[in-house]
């Protein structure tokens, strides 16, 4: 048994490490694979021709979490006078 041709997309750009002709095209069974062979990432695409990355297909219906907002409240440091000893 071979395994499936393996062709390198001219000018594909990887969507994980933003190289270029890195992707590598095969399909299995029908459905195209890609692969990047600068950092690994593989998916593959369905009958729209998306993107459909591996480490999702279960994970469909997940609710995206908005990023958290970075807080611009200052800490101050207020001296706890209790630490201070008397003589
Ligand atoms: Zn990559």
Redesign the pocket.
């Known amino acids: 048994m071979s395994g499936p041709v393996k062709r390198f997309i001219a000018g594909a750009v990887?969507p994980?490490?933003s190289?270029m002709d890195?992707i590598k095209m095969y399909e299995v069974e029908g459905v195209p694979h890609r692969e990047?062979v600068?950092?690994?990432?593989t998916d593959t695409l369905d009958a729209r021709g998306n993107s459909v990355p591996k480490e999702l297909g279960t994970r469909v219906n997940e609710v995206r979490k908005a990023p958290k907002k970075p807080t611009s409240q200052t800490v101050q440091f207020f001296p706890n006078p209790r630490l201070k000893k008397k003589d």
């Open positions: 990887c994980a490490c190289a890195t990047c600068q950092c690994g990432y």
